[in-house]
């Protein structure tokens, strides 16, 4: 990973399957929850809460914010590709929180 700034966005149908390998290698995957319906289900309601996080055009954090009502809000699927993202993640999250 370079030293490159991220770059913050919602998720675009284009980053399903980078989206879905990160999970895996977070080890969010499970047997019974198939990650494209869950994607699915995430842009039926509030898409623009679907975040990724980009470096050098590479899909290495999500998060996904699951709107709870008009007060509160929680986060749920944080991912990071690696340990040294992880310092990007509370970056990433900053717009679910200034909502708040």
Known sequence: ???TEMTIRPYLPSDESAVI???R????LRPWNNPKR???RKLKVNPELFLV???????????IEAMKDTEAGYITWPSTRTIAAEAWADRLWQPSRARY
């Open 1 to 3: 990973m370079s030293g």
């Open 53 to 63: 996080g980009l470096i050098d055009n590479k899909v290495i954090a999500t998060v």
């Open 21 to 23: 390998e990160l999970w």
């Open 25 to 28: 290698q977070c080890d969010l």
């Open 38 to 40: 869950d994607i699915e």
